[in-house]
């Protein structure tokens, strides 16, 4: 099994990667071990380092944040192993795949911003290991929910400010006047 490490915008964050398949239709955030509980047994496992502070699974990636006394070169090679074991294993790993919003929900306005974000911002997210959800539209403000690598990432703002928000302003001048993390 190949696995390999990605580095992130976010330094307290590593995007480990592998050949196969983890799950499909959509991504698990668990951003404290509280989380996990009950809906991954690997993010329960992974949690009982001390240095895990945050588990990020995608299709075919996890995120590890990790806190800021520990040292990648000790976690890169813990982690590896764990990733390594569980796919191995045959286990799941999420209990239940998330329900992801369907295209078809809200306004037709609330359709064409999802369009845009799930076509568009979400695959590029990704790459750097991290993922932004659609929360809605309100009177100019379209929320955006920043998970993974992008959860705190010191550049997060700027990506969502002056990405984000410009691709949206430029795309809906007459509705859209500004795009917030929620």
């Given amino acids: 099994m190949l696995i390999y490490t990605e580095m992130t915008p976010n ?13 499909t239709g959509g991504v698990a955030d668990f951003p404290d071990a509280s989380s996990a509980e009950g809906r991954s047994k690997f993010a ?5 380092y001390p240095f895990v502070q945050g588990v990020f699974i995608g299709r075919n990636f996890v995120t590890i944040t990790k806190n ?6 000790d976690v890169i090679p813990v982690v590896k192993d764990e990733v390594k074991r569980y796919a191995e294993s045959g286990e799941k790993w999420i209990e239940s795949e998330e329900n992801l919003q369907s295209f078809d929900e809200g306004t037709e306005l ?8 799930e076509e568009q911002v979400r695959p590029a997210v990704a790459m750097d290991g991290g993922d932004i959800i659609y929360e809605g539209y309100d009177d ?3 929320k ?3 998970r993974g690598s992008c959860s705190g990432c010191p550049s997060s703002m700027v990506t969502l400010k002056h990405g984000i928000q410009n691709l949206l302003l ?13």
Avoid: Y
Wanted: glycine content about 2%; proline content about 4%; aromatic content about 8%.
């Fill in 144 to 146: 955006l929910r920043l």
């Fill in 11 to 23: 330094p307290a964050s590593l995007k480990f990667v592998t050949d196969r398949t983890l799950i």
């Fill in 110 to 117: 609330d359709r064409r911003i999802r369009t845009v974000i």
């Fill in 170 to 182: 430029r795309l809906f001048p007459e509705e859209v006047k500004q795009v917030e993390a929620v």
């Fill in 44 to 48: 329960e496992k992974i949690f009982k």
């Fill in 140 to 142: 100019g403000v379209v």
């Fill in 68 to 73: 800021t006394e520990s040292r990648w070169e």
